[in-house]
């Protein structure tokens, strides 16, 4: 196994018998449950990193703030989204 599968091996293992409720279908942890979870967070953190941008009190943290914008939007151009 690479090692990208076994570390997913590792989290699915851990996560049956960890996992939120809203993690889990028939007893068992659900991929999709989980994205579905990420997703939206991982959007906040991203909607974040742009108030952070512009309004920042901490300028030490304005050019990660920064390089994250640039990174989704860059993303989002190769996914067309």
Do not use: W
Request: net charge positive; with cysteine; glycine share 4%.
């Amino acid at each position: 196994m690479t090692d990208g599968r076994v570390a997913l091996a590792s989290l699915r293992q851990a996560a049956s018998t960890v996992a939120p409720e809203r993690l889990v279908v028939n007893g068992q942890y659900s991929d999709e449950r989980f994205i579905d979870m990420m997703v939206p967070h991982h959007m906040m953190a991203v909607q974040m990193a742009q108030v952070a941008s512009q309004k920042g009190q901490h300028s030490e943290l304005i050019p990660t703030c920064v390089q994250t914008n640039n990174l989704v939007l860059a993303s989002r151009a190769k996914c067309h989204v």
